[in-house]
């Protein structure tokens, strides 16, 4: 058996389930590039993942009941091998490779599952998202030290204040421009994210004008955002209606903005999850930005999730779980987009919430404390936060 030597063990933090209706997908988040080996048993029917020269930090998340292969996870630490078993719903097989860090996530081990008799451009795929990631089982010769990083990344966050200029947004009973009163909030959290070490804030507007929506995700992927957060104030008819909501792109706004993306030869050279579409044929730059809007879909539902926790400690939620809605800012397929209504505008009791600036600073404050959860549980290991 040889010896595999490395700078640091590997640590193995968290799984993800993703299923299209070709494949099943299980993605290890892993601090470093492993070695592994992938095997389907029988009887019963499982998939393992060995890991040498690991350890496994904390339970692993469980599949969902709807997940059509997977039924349940398990990890057994032995000495400093981590054997990762999924038991399954039917036989299957394989594709596995390993992916280097990206602007969302670190390392990942990626195994794609198919229906016997299945094909797909998997193999392909995998060479297109990373030439240079390692897919091997155990070597048969000793590996050389791998060198960790020296260098750590700020993670960065785009704030759109909604609104500006010409477009007031909506007005409160009092007439309270929707524009002045969410550029004071982004402001404030502008503040908040700038003193956090690891992490460093983009404002989309500086001042009382107004952006263009499209110009507006250009502008955060310009800034190189692994966030993008929107902010508004609702606003409705009925003036007793109130509380905050938080956003997350909806699958058709997801698949629009895919056809826009393949169709628009502007966007022929662009990176989708640090990956060029411009040498692809049309379907592989299809099965690539598929797979980015996946993750980049869920990365988006997690950090909602952790604002809209937040919300709960300074007031009411309009919807006490996240929106998914075609919002046009919320659809770069490669940058988690969230929008937060912080409030109902319309209403006059929110209005006058939205002028305090004790208020506006509680809001930024709870959008603040959401993000920061949210990257502390997801950053990649390259990230100046989660080196803290």
Do not use: C
Not at 103 to 116: A, E, N, S
């Amino acid at each position: 058996m040889p010896v595999i030597i490395y700078a640091q063990q590997i640590h193995i933090n968290s799984v993800h389930y993703w299923t299209t209706h070709k494949q099943s997908r299980l993605m290890i988040d892993v601090s470093s590039m492993p070695v592994y080996r992938v095997s389907l048993l029988e009887h019963p029917l499982r998939l393992v993942v060995s890991i040498p020269d690991a350890r496994i930090g904390r339970a692993l998340a469980q599949p969902p009941p709807s997940d059509p292969v997977f039924s349940r996870i398990r990890a057994i630490q032995n000495k400093n091998q981590v054997k990762i078993t999924a038991d399954l719903k039917k036989s299957v097989s394989t594709k596995s490779y390993a992916l280097n860090p990206n602007k969302m996530y670190g390392h990942r081990l990626v195994i794609d599952v198919f229906g016997k008799g299945q094909t797909s451009y998997a193999g392909r795929e995998n060479k297109a998202i990373n030439s240079s990631a390692a897919s091997k089982t155990v070597a048969s010769r000793p590996a050389k030290s791998i060198k960790l990083a020296q260098s750590y990344k700020n993670m960065i966050v785009a704030i759109d204040a909604g609104h500006g200029g010409d477009d007031p947004g909506a007005l409160g009973p009092r007439g309270t421009e929707e524009k002045k009163v969410v550029f004071a909030i982004a402001k404030k959290l502008e503040q908040l994210i700038n003193a956090q070490r690891g992490m460093r804030a983009v404002m989309v507007r500086k001042g009382d004008y107004y952006v263009d929506l499209r110009k507006r995700m250009q502008i955060a992927r310009a800034a190189k955002a692994d966030l993008f957060i929107s902010i508004h104030a609702d606003a409705f008819e009925n003036a007793t209606v109130k509380g905050a909501s938080v956003y997350t792109l909806s699958t058709r706004g997801a698949s629009s903005e895919a056809a826009r993306w393949l169709a628009k030869s502007e966007n022929a050279s662009a990176l989708v999850g640090g990956v060029s579409l411009d040498d692809k044929d049309e379907v592989l730059a299809s099965v690539l930005l598929d797979l980015s809007q996946t993750a980049t879909q869920e990365a988006s539902f997690n950090v909602a999730g952790e604002v809209l926790k937040g919300f709960e400690n300074i007031g009411e939620l309009h919807f006490g779980s996240v929106q998914k809605a075609g919002f046009l800012v919320l659809k770069s397929p490669d940058i988690p987009s969230i929008l937060v209504e912080t409030a109902f505008i319309s209403n006059p009791s929110e209005e006058r919430k939205l002028l305090s600036t004790l208020y506006q600073s509680k809001i930024a404050l709870a959008i603040f404390r959401g993000v920061r959860n949210y990257f502390k549980e997801y950053t990649p290991f390259n990230s100046r936060i989660a080196a803290l």
